[in-house]
């Protein structure tokens, strides 16, 4: 069934058509690298979780090279923040860089401290930022590494296994792809949502 739906859903056809590269390369990008932040991280991983059920990833394989990526992602926005400090505050807004996102990352770190680098990789945009933030303030990196592994794995394989685990469990779950996208992206919003909500004091 799902082979038979695969010209019909763009993600997916985008998802198989890059590969493990491109899949690679785009969790890298949007988990530390600032221009990556439009990426569809979690909307990616999922669908290609999905995809493992038919034989067109392996499913440990994929998880493993997604956990790497994203973790290796986050040490490049470390040492990128680390090497830019606060002067990445003064930017000026551009295409790929908006100064909302920087402070953004930095209310959420203040929020809550070193454990932002997990919680961050569950919320777009912020988790682009969230570790080029701890390299401007300067979070110990050993600290940062072991929070940063945590993180990947959590996310960027968890993700990936979800939708690994619904592809073998739920019948004709493709059938419903675009409504599944359309709500992780939507949760993943939820706690920008409520931020924004907040009284500024």
């Excluded at 040492?79 to 209310?107: C, I, N, P, Q």
Aim: proline share 5%; glycine share 10%; no cysteine.
């Amino acid at each position: 069934m799902l082979h038979t739906l695969l010209p019909q859903l763009g993600l997916i056809h985008l998802v198989r058509t890059i590969g493990y590269p491109g899949l690679f390369l785009a969790v890298f990008l949007e988990s530390g690298v600032f221009f990556g932040f439009f990426l569809p991280g979690s909307s990616m991983l999922f669908t290609a979780g999905l995809l493992s059920t038919v034989g067109l990833f392996n499913p440990w394989l994929l998880m493993a090279l997604m956990a790497l990526a994203a973790i290796l992602g986050d040490s490049a926005g470390y040492w990128f923040g680390s090497y830019m400090g606060v002067s990445l505050f003064f930017w000026t807004d551009s295409r790929f860089f908006r100064h909302e996102y920087m402070e953004r990352a930095k209310g959420f770190y203040e929020k809550h401290g070193v454990l932002s680098i997990v919680l961050a990789r569950f919320i777009p945009i912020v988790r682009t930022f969230a570790p080029i933030f701890a390299g401007v303030v300067e979070v110990r990196y050993s600290l940062f590494l072991m929070y940063n592994v945590a993180g990947g794995i959590l996310w960027a394989s968890g993700v990936t296994f979800l939708g690994y685990f619904l592809g073998r469990q739920v019948p004709f779950i493709a059938n419903y792809i675009t409504p599944i996208v359309i709500l992780i992206i939507l949760l993943s919003f939820i706690p920008i949502f409520f931020e924004l909500r907040k009284p500024r004091t």
